[in-house]
């Protein structure tokens, strides 16, 4: 059974930075993309960045270049989202979510690909 643990959320003033962790275990393959998103009060979720398990492959939306970095911890089957410069409307709740890679085709933000989602992190910034 796959499961996905996010932690690391909490509040933090505008202009401050925060790092998303999310703890991946049981996937069958070797294989798989984790993606982060969020989702703010009255908004539609929205993709952040993504990650392939294995060859470190990223993508980003190209909003969320500039101030959000995926990395991982193959060691510890954990990926990473560093937010920096965070501003009030950063606020949301932020979920990791999981699938397995097949195809050979990289990673896409895009939650209707996505199987296996995490409980979420609230992250609130103040201003």
């Known amino acids: 059974e796959v499961q996905l643990v996010e932690s690391g959320g909490g509040l933090v003033q505008a202009g401050g930075s925060l790092r998303l962790s999310c703890a991946a275990s049981?996937?069958?393959?070797?294989?798989?993309?984790i993606g982060w998103f969020r989702q703010a009060p009255g908004k539609e979720r929205e993709g952040i960045s993504c990650?392939?398990?294995?060859?470190?492959?990223?993508y980003y939306e190209d909003s969320m270049k500039e101030r959000f970095t995926i990395s991982r911890d193959n060691a510890n089957n954990t990926v990473y989202l560093q937010m920096s410069e965070l501003k009030p409307e950063d606020t949301a709740v932020y979920y990791c979510?999981?699938?397995?890679?097949?195809?050979?085709?990289?990673?896409?933000?895009?939650?209707?690909?996505?199987?296996?989602w995490g409980q979420g992190t609230q992250v609130t910034v103040s201003s």
């Open positions: 979510a999981g699938v397995e890679a097949v195809g050979g085709f990289g990673c896409v933000v895009d939650s209707d690909l996505y199987d296996y």
């Open positions: 049981g996937f069958t393959l070797d294989e798989y993309f």
């Open positions: 990650i392939h398990s294995t060859d470190g492959n990223t």
